[in-house]
């Protein structure tokens, strides 16, 4: 083990060099449009529908916000059948629509929203389905969907890992759904600071939301809905454009630090590394492992063994959104109903993955890992 080490962490969020973003700060103190939908937020969202490959995208200043306010853009109430194995917004975002979150299971495969699962759990006040591209790794849109069309629910994507991400037919993930929500925090694929977006299938759509993440106004005197100010600002608009300048590179060294993993982990006894879910372009976002008994630690032993290390994974998803105080008193949360996200719960590991990795830094997370199984 090296003698200065730094500490590694489970991400590191992409920044160009500096002053390839100055002409662009200098360009906003010249016009003097600092947010409100001004030049850059036109030119972005115009830049990530073509990057994407989607018909029409609504900038959000992050991605809660989107999520928010998707909901309230299909007037989505009573009760929205989602997962438990994600990140907290995603359930945060229905108790601040006063919706009633049903936790449904997921899927050993794919670690998504089960889709057998889910007709079980509708009510007569089920009215949406939001389920969550989990690690950018598409969910069963097809069967989603068909559950979707039979009981005529809404579909929302919480798509905050899914920036990128392009289907077996190559089409964008993000097409599928009523809606698809990303998140462009400093921790996601493609950071714009804070940041977010709603991509939508309609301009129709679009205008709607575009009034309701600016307060409901239509024009200077006319409010139609009780909106939010959910707007991205000039800034982080800009930023965006510099950013996307360099994705393609950004994917391209996170897959090379992915495919480093499944080699050197491979024969690893106890560790299996989670597989995409037959996506034709992977964004490589997270790089989760599952630790099960064979290994010769628990994944809690083996995550404080990376930490005395300075090498902090993340268990991300755990605990599940549905151990939460606010949510585990609701019948759907009982664990017992939900066993395979809470096997996997116990079992997963992040491990660091970002485009500035160093192989050899890469290679002492391995170390670790390996070293941790010997006995
Ligand atoms: C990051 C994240 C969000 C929230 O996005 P913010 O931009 O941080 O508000 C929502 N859902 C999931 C699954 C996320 O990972």
Redesign the pocket.
């Known amino acids: 083990m090296s003698q200065s080490r730094s500490p590694i962490y489970v991400t590191k969020p992409f920044l160009p060099d500096l002053q390839e973003f100055m002409p662009y700060m200098e360009k906003i103190w010249a016009n003097q449009v600092l947010t409100n939908g001004g030049p850059f937020h036109q030119q972005l969202e115009h830049a990530l529908c073509d990057h994407l490959g989607v018909e029409h995208i609504a900038l959000f200043a992050?991605?809660?916000l989107g999520?928010v306010t998707a909901l309230q853009a299909l007037r989505v109430t009573g009760e929205v059948i989602t997962t438990p194995y994600?990140?907290v917004?995603?359930a945060h975002s229905l108790l601040w629509n006063g919706i009633k979150p049903v936790f449904v299971d997921i899927s050993r495969d794919t670690l998504n929203l089960d889709p057998s699962k889910i007709e079980a759990a509708i009510t007569p006040q089920t009215t949406a389905i939001m389920p969550?591209h989990c690690y950018g790794h598409p969910c069963d849109v097809e069967a989603i969907q068909k559950i979707a069309d039979n009981y005529n629910l809404k579909v929302i994507y919480?798509a905050?890992?899914a920036f990128g991400v392009r289907m077996d037919d190559g089409h964008s993930v993000l097409r599928h759904g009523d809606l698809s929500v990303l998140?462009?925090?400093a921790t996601?694929v493609f950071n714009t600071f804070?940041?977010?977006a709603i991509v939508c299938p309609d301009a129709k759509t679009k205008q709607r939301i575009d009034h309701l993440k600016n307060f409901g106004f239509v024009d200077e005197t006319t409010v139609v809905a009780p909106g939010i100010n959910g707007k991205m600002s000039e800034i982080n608009a800009a930023f965006g454009l510099v950013q996307l300048q360099h994705i393609d590179a950004a994917l391209a060294r996170r897959a090379e630090i992915d495919a480093r993993y499944r080699t050197e982990l491979a024969d690893l006894p106890g560790v299996r590394c989670v597989r995409d879910s037959g996506e034709r372009v992977a964004n490589h976002s997270y790089f989760p492992i599952l630790v099960g008994p064979e290994y010769l630690h628990s994944r809690d032993a083996l995550y404080a063994r990376l930490r005395e290390n300075d090498i902090y994974a993340r268990r991300y998803f755990y605990p599940l959104i549905s151990d939460f105080p606010m949510y585990r008193s609701m019948p759907s949360a009982n664990p017992s109903h939900l066993p395979v996200a809470s096997d996997i719960a116990r079992k997963v590991l992040c491990l660091p993955i970002y485009p500035a990795l160093s192989d050899a830094d890469q290679g002492r997370v391995i170390d670790v890992i390996r070293g941790a199984c010997r006995t």
Do not use: M, R
């Open positions: 992050n991605g809660t999520l994600s990140f917004a995603t969550v919480d905050a890992h998140s462009f925090h996601k804070e940041g977010g």
